[in-house]
């Protein structure tokens, strides 16, 4: 729902097996609770984008999720809260025992907490949440500091994290990343990864060692990705199965020649054509168990480009040269990697 209302949310009481429900750019406050859908036992996922609650307090928006007890999938991205982001987590987690995905944009403030706080914030027990069921995290508009260093013992069973930062760090105003890199530590807490997305944030070279070698899927957009970068990848990945990569401000170009001798193993790549030769391009039938290639950007020749690739592998590879339709209840702020 899009340009949402209280008007709007009152048309969803008609729609009695409702398992989905996406929120969007609310007009005015909102007040989401369990008499908002007619059996909130049902619903599963839950998208909230640039919604405004009656009051901006966490315990507010705590409440209204904590209503539909069987959430398996919750999005809450710029919501207008204002207090500690691992706050939120902790929460969250405390009382949606099934949830498996979480979505959280950053609160932009340095956090005060140098480890995961103990206590439930909500007033429950004390010590930290278990997650059990939590199996992927994604972080919006992330700065470094803005969870703790140990955030994720909170969900040491994560199997996907996405982290879209703010800026890179050629972004930054003084054009020097910080000495600290938390995201180092984040990946060396997470043995059970096996998805990985980054969206530009500090220098590759800060934390590629401690990509956990169980990551079969990764994703980098960033910018400054150099072939000493990609080496090392490939050294922590070795059985990488899914790359997408997206370096700027400088591309892959002749370097695209190399992914089939760094990861042999691929069956899915995204990448772009930009400035690659085509000798270099068509390099990429060496990738004998490749079975789906997506160019990121568009080009007149592209087809033709395909075509040449796809005879080369004797057709078992698709090539697909214009994006892949969206699903409409994603949420837009992700979709730069989806």
């Avoid at 899914?242 to 591309?251: A, G, I, Q």
């Avoid at 391009?281 to 480009?305: G, N, Q, T, V, W």
Wanted: aromatic share 4%; with cysteine; net charge positive.
């Amino acid at each position: 729902m899009d340009q949402s209302s209280q008007k709007s949310l009152a048309c969803l009481r008609d729609f009695r097996h409702l398992t989905r429900l996406a929120v969007r750019s609310s007009c005015s406050s909102l007040l989401l609770d369990a008499s908002t859908v007619s059996e909130p036992g049902r619903l599963t996922h839950l998208s909230m984008c640039d919604v405004t609650f009656p009051t901006a307090a966490l315990g507010s928006v705590v409440s209204a999720v904590s209503r539909f007890s069987n959430l398996t999938s919750l999005v809450c991205h710029h919501m207008g809260v204002f207090e500690e982001t691992i706050l939120m987590v902790h929460s969250i987690l405390g009382c949606l025992p099934k949830l498996k995905h979480l979505s959280l944009s950053v609160v932009h403030k340095l956090c005060t907490f140098h480890n995961v706080p103990g206590p439930d914030p909500a007033g429950g027990a004390q010590g930290p949440v278990e997650a059990p069921a939590l199996s992927s995290l994604e972080l919006i508009d992330c700065m470094d500091h803005s969870l703790p260093e140990d955030a994720m013992k909170l969900m040491p069973g994560l199997k996907s994290l996405a982290v879209f930062y703010r800026h890179s760090h050629q972004e930054l105003p003084d054009r020097r990343p910080s000495p600290v890199c938390h995201l180092r530590t984040w990946l060396s807490d997470l043995p059970q990864l096996s998805t990985l997305a980054i969206v530009k944030g500090p220098p590759v070279n800060k934390y590629v060692a401690s990509i956990p070698p169980t990551v079969t899927s990764l994703t980098l957009c960033v910018s400054g990705l150099s072939s000493k970068d990609m080496t090392a990848m490939a050294a922590r990945v070795p059985d990488l199965l899914h790359l997408h990569v997206d370096p700027w401000p400088s591309r892959l170009g002749a370097h695209t020649a190399r992914i089939p001798l760094l990861f042999p193993k691929l069956r899915r790549l995204k990448l772009r054509h930009e400035r690659v030769p085509e000798n270099k391009f068509l390099a990429l039938h060496l990738l004998r168990d490749l079975r789906y290639l997506e160019i990121l950007d568009s080009r007149p020749h592209l087809p033709e480009l395909a075509g040449k690739l796809q005879a080369l592998t004797n057709y078992r590879l698709e090539v697909k040269t214009s994006p892949c339709p969206r699903d409409v209840l994603s949420c837009s702020c992700v979709c730069q990697v989806y």
